[in-house]
C-alpha cells in the first residue's frame, strides 16, 4: 500500500493520454536511457519518434500541428518522465521554444516553424545564458546588427539545454547596446547547414546526463530580417518576462512527478531490505520520513494543481510562478535527499534511480532563473 498523488484534474481522456505516454516511455526511452547517458544525448531518432507518437508540443493548436490539448497534457508527460528520473528528452524546453512562436511570432514564423517542432523534425533550444552571466539578462553581449535586409549575429551562449541536437533555435542577442532591456530581441535561428554557427563541446554535469548541455558559437552568422521573433526589434525582454509563468510551471510541474518518483521508488526498497533482523520501513524513523514525504507531496500537489487550473484560467501570474518554481524544487532536494538517506549507500550508487535523481534534482534551484532570483521576484509585492 502506498499513497496515491493523481492531481484533481484528471478525467477519462487525460489517464488514456496517460496509458500512452507511459508505454512510450517505458518500451521506447527506458531502454535506451543507459545509451543516452553515456553519450550525453538521446539523438535526432527518439525526437522524431515522440513527434510520430503525439508526444510533443500536446498543448498547441491543431492548425499548427499540435496535440490541441492544454497544459495537463503537458504535466502528464512531465510528471511520466520525472517519476521515472528520464531526463533525457528535455521537451520542457522543447515546448517553451514553441510557446514563444505561438505567443509571440508573426503568423509566417508560426506557419513554417511550428509544424515541425510538433513532429519532432526540429528539436526546439532557448538561448539566453552567456559564459559571462545568467541572472542578469540585460546585459548580454551577443549582438545582431542590422545590416541591409539582414542580421549579423556575433556572440556565445553557455549551458543551452537540447543545443547539441537543436535545429531551431530562439538566440537572445543585443540589437541595440545602449538600451538594456529595450536593446534585447530575440532571433529565430535555423542552425541546418548556417554558415558560421557552431557547438562546443557537450558539457560534462553532475546529474540529467542524458540531456544535452551545450556551449554555442555565432561568428558572422547571417540572418535573414525575418528572422527576428514578432518582426519588431526590442522587444526580447518583454516576450521573455511574458512567457516566465509557463516556464517555471513547468520546472515546477517537473518536482512535482520527481517527488512522487522518489517516493514509490523508497518504499519498494524499504520494503524489501532488512538489517536488524526487520525490514527497513518497520523501523519508527523509516515510517515517520515517509510519512513526512507523504504529507509534503500532498501539499505540493494540492499547491501544483491550485496553479495548474490558475494557468488554464489566464490568472497564473509571475510571482505565484515563481513561488512555485521555489518551492516545489526545494521540497524536491530535501524529499530527495530523504529517500537517498532511506536506501543506505545504495542510494548514492548511480545505477541507483534514487542516485541519479538526486544529482538531477539539483540544478532544478538554478536554472529556469535562480532560486534567489525568485525571492526577488516574490518579494516585489511584498
Ligand atoms: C543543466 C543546465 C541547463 C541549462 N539550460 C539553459 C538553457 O536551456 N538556456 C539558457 O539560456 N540557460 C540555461 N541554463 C543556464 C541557467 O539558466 C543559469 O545557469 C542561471 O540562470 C544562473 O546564471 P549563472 O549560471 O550565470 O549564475 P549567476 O547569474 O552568475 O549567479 C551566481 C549566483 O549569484 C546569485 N545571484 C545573481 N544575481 C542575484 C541577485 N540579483 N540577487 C541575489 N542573488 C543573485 C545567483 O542566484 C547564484 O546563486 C542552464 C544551466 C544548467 C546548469
Known sequence: MAYDFSPRWMNPELEAFQTSVEKFLDQEMLPQDEAARAQGHVGHDLWRRAGELGMLCTDIPAEFGGGDGDFRHEAVIYE?????????????VHSIVAHYLLNHGTQEQKEFYLPQLCAGQMVGAIAMTEPGGGSDLQSIKTRAIKKDNSYVLNGSKTFISNGFLSELMLVVAKTDPTQRARGVSIF?????????????????????????????????????ENALLGGAEGQGFYQLMGDLPYERLIIADNAMGAMIGAYHETVNYVQGREAFGKKVVEFQNTKFKLAEIAATIRVARAFMDRCIEDYLSGKLDTETASMAKLWMTEQQCNVIDECVQLHGGYGYMEEYLIGRMYADARVQRIYGGTNEIMKEVISRKL
Open 80 to 92: 511520466a518522465m520525472a517519476c521515472r528520473g528520464l531526463t533525457g528528452l528535455n521537451n520542457s
Open 188 to 224: 529565430l535561428v535555423d542552425t541546418r547547414e548556417l554558415k558560421g554557427f557552431s557547438v562546443g563541446k557537450l558539457l560534462k554535469k553532475v546529474g540529467m546526463k542524458a540531456q544535452d548541455t551545450a556551449e554555442l558559437f555565432f561568428d558572422d552568422v547571417v540572418l535573414p
